[in-house]
């Protein structure tokens, strides 16, 4: 069995699953935010059931629109304050706050071999951790929440070898990038995705996050990664329970092998209106940009603002550039604080944030007019996704997000003298 | 409601941020919604659709985020049911989880044009298009779902299921 199927068979008790059976699955996590919570809430209320099958196992992050920025979005995050409140939830307000992506791995609550679900497309986060985690719509999460339980079809799984050796600005962004480039936003529709190879060996937990993330960008239900010694010692003294590691079987039947040369991969950009739509940073051409953005689910980890740091330390952004960077959590933000990260944005002219999904989805904190351009170390450059319908994002890796902040047009962070 | 009326044809790759901007997610309510149904790839769709109209779109239909938002607003806009080439997987979930009903028939996509008029029997999956005649069939959905479909959505099917088992 592969290891998304193995995860699976364990939550549904049978010894054995495959690709295309039907299951239920119990849930080790439930997660919902201040979008997706308030529909799942009234769905909970219309199932009629008195509680939720475990106040332990559910988690509300307020992070959307949070800290709120307006009266409609303060009353959705306060229909999710006391539903958590009157259940007993786990729920994470403002001022211990993050990114749910980044918090839920953080504080120990994500965990190799869970079954997750989230009312939020990038649950797969947690598949960097071995975790079989995937999102959903509220209605699922509501009946989640009530029994505990979820139906799922078992996903094929593509496995993806990531050989070599990637080059030193070529991160996790830019090896998800340049798969969905090439196998395009339905690539992997309806499947588990599975990364390995040297590259992936070498790759840090944060770079595995963003590449888990990304995996929906694909079509994908999950995005997953063995889990190994340097998962095992981002667990170290976080973990909030015991865990089980599962890993996928040698003669593991996947849908597809796909095999790529990482020494090979270059930065990538992809530009307008798709993720797919991927080039290269040396085939970029002049692109001038209004906005850069660095912070998201997708990349507001440490190791993505020691990355920005690296590129931004000493230098000035372009006047005409909005550079915003917005550290995941309040822990990140604290660890960027004392390493001196912070004072290295603020003296090259960014404008620093508390954590929030904010700008990534066009809710706040960085929204832009007809015409404007902003690259962005996010996850989705659909029309209209951080503003205006005529503006346009290019989604990128943090190096090339400070570097096109300095130059004032998309580069590579080789460009910057 | 009928599944008959006029079609509003779309691409590849309809996201769920063009189906209903995230800018609009701090409303819940479908009527709210449905009056920003399409607006940043189709401005006139809300002042166009009436009750029964049917979107017929290309593959991966629904991709991006998991918003439930997305089949709610295009519900309560008056589109009947989608006809796709194939549909995303979260959207997929959603949409019979809170009964807009789906078709997939990639036949059926490349025969039918924005303004046709055309008709569909959810029972067994024929679509009919009456501008010119042809009938095609949509991918049977598994048991399963149907169960779903049937109880008309998934709240119905999990009470039904508790109320027998209790």
């Known amino acids: ?37 308030p529909i799942a809430i009234r769905e909970f209320e219309r199932l009629g059931f008195p ?19 307006d009266i409609q979005s303060a009353t959705q995050a306060a229909m999710m304050r006391e539903f958590a409140g009157k259940h007993g939830l786990i729920y994470f307000e403002v001022g211990e706050m993050g990114i749910e992506h980044v918090i839920l791995p953080e504080k120990g609550l994500a965990l190799p071999g869970q ?27 509501a009946v989640a929440m009530a029994t505990g339980e979820i139906w799922m079809k078992v996903p094929p799984t593509i496995k ?68 190994d010694g340097a998962t095992l010692r981002y667990l170290k003294g976080r973990a909030r329970g015991k865990y089980t590691v599962y890993a996928s079987d040698v003669d593991a039947e996947y849908a597809r092998v796909i095999e790529y040369d990482a020494a090979k991969i270059e930065p990538q950009v992809a530009f307008p209106h798709l993720p797919s739509n991927t080039r290269p940073i040396s085939l970029v051409g002049n692109v001038a940009i209004d906005q850069s953005v660095i912070g998201s689910c997708t990349n507001g980890r440490l190791d993505d603002l ?33 390493e001196g990260l912070i004072e290295i944005f603020i003296r090259a002219g960014a404008a620093v944030s508390t954590p929030t999904c904010g700008p990534c989805l066009g809710g706040h904190m960085g929204i832009l007019a007809a015409g404007e351009r902003c690259v962005s170390t996010t996850n989705r450059n659909f029309v209209g996704r951080m503003g205006h319908p005529r503006s346009e994002v290019y989604l990128a890796n943090p190096a090339v997000a400070a570097a096109s902040a300095i130059l004032g047009r998309i580069a590579g962070p080789e460009e910057v003298k | 409601m009928p599944h008959k009326g006029k079609i509003h044809k779309y691409g590849d790759n309809i996201d769920t941020d063009a189906i209903i901007a995230a800018r609009y ?71 019979i989880n809170t009964g807009l009903p789906l078709l997939e028939s990639a036949e059926a996509v490349e025969n039918i044009k924005q303004g046709d008029t055309v008709e569909v029997d959810l029972a067994t999956g024929t679509i009919t298009n009456l501008s010119s005649g042809k009938t095609f069939k949509a991918k049977p959905y598994p048991d399963f779902m149907m169960e779903i479909i049937n109880a008309g ?11 027998g088992a209790r």
């Open chain 1, 306 to 338: 020691r990355l920005a740091a690296r590129v931004l330390k000493g230098r000035k952004v372009d006047p005409h550039v909005r550079c915003i960077i917005l550290p995941g959590s309040q822990q990140i933000y604290l660890e960027a604080l004392k």
């Open chain 1, 115 to 141: 079954v997750i679900v989230g009312a939020d497309s990038h649950t797969c986060t947690y598949g960097a951790l071995g975790t079989f985690a995937t999102g959903m719509g509220s209605t699922d999460i």
């Open chain 2, 153 to 163: 959505g998934l709240i119905e099917h999990i009470r039904k299921k508790s109320v």
């Open chain 2, 25 to 95: 997610l701090n409303m819940h309510e479908p009527r709210e919604l449905a009056a920003h149904c399409m607006e940043d790839i189709d401005a006139d769709f809300v002042q166009r659709v009436k009750p029964g109209d049917i979107i017929v779109a290309e593959s991966n239909f629904g991709c991006g985020s998991s918003r439930e938002h997305a089949p709610s607003a295009i519900k309560a806009s008056g589109i009947s049911c989608v006809i796709g080439k194939s549909f995303a997987r979260i959207f997929f979930r959603n949409a």
């Open chain 1, 51 to 69: 509680h939720v099958f475990d106040p332990n196992k559910i988690v509300m992050v307020p992070d959307h629109f949070c800290p709120n920025k």
């Open chain 1, 160 to 227: 993806f070898v990531y050989h070599g050796k990637p080059g030193k600005w070529t991160g996790g962004k830019d090896l998800i990038l340049y798969t969905i480039g090439d196998i395009g936003v339905d690539g992997a529709l309806y499947s588990a995705m599975e990364f390995h190879g040297e590259a992936i060996n070498n790759l840090g937990m944060d770079g595995r996050f963003t590449m888990s993330n990304m995996a929906i960008e694909a079509g994908g239900k999950a995005g997953l990664f063995q889990v």
């Open chain 1, 1 to 37: 069995m592969t290891l998304a199927e193995k995860i699976l068979a364990a939550h549904c008790g049978k010894d054995k699953v495959s690709a295309g059976d039907f299951i239920s699955a119990k849930c080790d996590l439930v997660l919902s935010n201040d979008i997706t919570a």
